[in-house]
């Protein structure tokens, strides 16, 4: 990436549009069409022009390696949305089913917040093919532990809301 735009920042060119047809296709991709300038050297000399690869673009490791983005962005926003009746709702009237929607969400909105942040920024590229994978999995081992735990809190003791509620009296 800082290799692309280190040549759109080195480019020279004359008229117009110096990079050649650039199309934004989504928030997450660049897509530079066949045929566009290297932008390497001078502009103007044909026998120096270099041409990209025909389809070159540049995604998130999240979003070119799962499935469908549409779904997970709208499960996603559906989560958030939820959490916003939700911890209300259980902390006004504890109970115990309540509370176990409240730690299913939470947890699934977290990790799914923590997923993007190790997989946007520990790469493959960066970091080689085996610690992406581990930190994908320590992520999901975290979720997974922290489910557990908040289940575990609410079977055995008084629960997320009065919990939170018994530290708001002290």
Known sequence: MSYLLSRLVLARGASGNPFGKVTLKSFSSLHI???????????????????LPSKLSIQPARLSSHGDHVALWTAEKIFSGILVPVIPLALMFPTPALDYLMAFVITVHSHWGIEAIVV???????????????????????????????CYFTYTDVGLANAVRMLWKL
């Open 120 to 150: 946007d920024y520990v790469r493959e590229s960066v970091f080689g093919s085996v610690i992406p994978k581990i930190g994908v999995a320590l992520v999901y081992a975290l979720s997974a532990m922290t489910l557990g735990g908040l």
């Open 33 to 51: 069409s066949k045929g566009t300038p290297a932008l390497l050297g001078n502009l103007s000399d044909s026998h120096n022009k270099k041409t």
